[in-house]
């Protein structure tokens, strides 16, 4: 019985040297725990007065106790407008979430961990931006020089269409830019190193952004449904691109795997509905599940030797996918086992040149004509251009067909004489000026373009300039020239 009591005394006596904190207490419309009794400070944990509207100004005390931290969440889905932060908050994370008519913030004088600057919360000496408001009516955004550190959901939900990093800025938090469905653009240095999970999920407007070339992983969610982002070059320090990094990009056509890339996790483009076409470049070793799983427009996907792991489910209903890759290769063996349409790429051939029906053929390779391989080597393929009489502008087609070996370049260029000429009896030479524009230089690195590419050019002739020319068709030779380095 002695031994009962003293383990019940002991019980009580352990509750009663329990820390205070672990207390919740009620002031109006404020849930806090005391952190110090000693101290006289507390953490506000709850707030009951969400729908309320106009201005909130969290206390400077409640219940005689210093106000020093705003629990994560504790305002989530506020309906105010401004919100007004005391001089003794030291500390808050993520607490102003999912706040949409949210337009300011104000940081009253003295506190030493927080600042404000036109309505946006930072850090006490500017070097991470904490919150930029969800309603804060502006539709582009310069971060201000100095700032290193986008917070995580710093601009959650935002209003903006677009926003311009500087130099200073090195880190992009998870969901930074999560649900900012009106952004357009995002000017990112390669001061930036490293953007975390989900950073442009849901960034549905998103159409382009050129990431850091400092960068070294794109993690799990970037960019998952941003759903017209056209095109994004991934960067050639990249090593690591995570799980469902561009799910759902529904207008990317094209992407480049560099050769850096060492790992890929599932679902990477899964989803992708118009995503075109592929090339991995030498480096990767697994295609894993449903990376390009969904993707109904998928035609070709360039597999190199490196590669020699291919989930079953790579390719699930991308129906349409023809596999390039080499003879004897672990893809040429997986696209046999899955009755995937499999083009062996050894089989290099001379440089050509063709002009067929009016079109321009560019068939290149970087095997020359005795089979060694070309450090330098050129075509030119002169093409018949003609004009009927009052045309303004004529649009051309040529095509290009690349099978380059690795860290090789294929360059095109499109030259004419700029004036149409009509000879239609001797002596007698008319000529009308005009203007090529388009598709004149194209640039092309290793190792293949499949399938062919179009690429268009116009002559262009002013409608003025056919005011005394006879009827009649004029012509001009346009110099397609092709060059390997």
């Known amino acids: 019985m002695k031994k009962i009591i003293s383990v019940i005394v002991s019980t009580i006596m352990l509750i009663l040297i329990l820390p205070i904190s672990s ?46 931290s705003l629990a994560q969440y504790s305002f989530m889905m506020c309906d105010f407008s401004e919100v007004v932060i005391p001089s ?29 600057q036109d309505g946006v919360l930072f850090n006490a000496d500017k070097t991470t931006l ?8 502006d539709v582009s955004y310069t971060v201000p020089d100095g700032v290193t550190t986008i917070e995580s959901m710093a601009f959650e939900s935002s209003l903006l269409t677009s926003v311009a990093l500087p130099d200073s800025v090195t ?16 000017t990112m240095t390669d001061s930036v190193s490293s953007i975390g999970s989900a950073a442009f999920y849901n960034c549905e407007a998103l159409k382009s952004i050129r990431l850091s070339n400092n960068l070294s992983k794109i993690v799990s969610g970037t960019f ?12 050639q320090n990249v090593t690591f691109i995570g799980m469902q990094a561009f799910y759902h990009c529904d207008s990317l056509t094209e992407i480049v795997i560099p050769e850096s890339v060492e790992s890929i996790e599932s679902e990477v483009f899964n989803n992708c509905k118009n995503l075109k076409n592929v090339i991995i470049r030498n480096g990767l070793t ?17 597999i190199p030797e490196s590669v020699v792991t291919i989930d079953k489910n790579a390719f699930t209903n991308s129906k349409n996918v023809t596999i390039y890759g080499y003879d004897g290769s672990y893809a040429q ?14 089989g290099e051939r001379e440089l050509t040149k063709e002009n067929n029906t009016g079109d321009v053929i560019i068939n290149t390779d970087t095997i020359t004509i005795d089979g060694e391989s070309a450090e330098n080597y050129f075509v030119t393929i002169p093409a018949n251009t003609i ?11 040529y095509k290009v067909e690349s099978h380059l070996g690795y860290n090789r370049i294929l360059t095109v260029s499109v030259a004419g004489n700029n004036i149409m000429t009509y000879s239609p009896e001797p002596n007698l030479n008319l000529t009308l000026a005009y203007i090529l524009t388009g598709d004149t230089n194209f640039t092309a690195s290793s190792p293949v373009i499949y399938p062919i590419i179009d690429k268009t050019i116009t002559v262009n002739i002013a409608k003025e300039v056919w005011a005394n020319a006879p009827v009649a068709e004029y012509s001009d030779i346009l110099t397609f020239t092709a060059t390997i380095s």
Not at 171 to 186: H, P, T, Y
């Open 23 to 68: 207390f919740a207490a009620k002031s109006g419309d404020f849930t806090y725990s005391i952190i110090s009794q000693s101290d006289r400070t507390c953490e506000i944990t709850q707030y009951s007065g969400l729908k309320k509207k106009g201005t909130l100004v969290i206390p400077e005390t409640i219940d005689g106790y210093t106000v020093v």
């Open 88 to 116: 003794g908050v030291k500390s808050m994370d993520r607490v102003f979430s999912y706040c949409e008519n949210l337009a300011s913030f104000v940081v009253t004088g003295g506190n030493t961990e927080f600042s404000t």
């Open 130 to 137: 904490i919150k930029y408001p969800e309603a804060k009516a």
């Open 171 to 186: 880190s992009i938090g998870a969901s930074a830019f999560r649900n900012c469905r009106a952004l357009e653009s995002v």
């Open 224 to 235: 998952l449904n941003c759903k017209s982002l056209v095109e994004i070059e991934i960067p």
């Open 286 to 302: 697994e295609i894993t599940s449903y990376c390009f799983g969904n993707c109904p427009e998928l035609e070709s996907v360039v």
């Open 333 to 346: 063996t997986f696209a046999k086992e899955n009755a995937i349409p499999f083009i062996v790429l050894n």
């Open 387 to 397: 004009i009927d009489w009052e045309t303004e502008a004529k649009n051309l087609v």
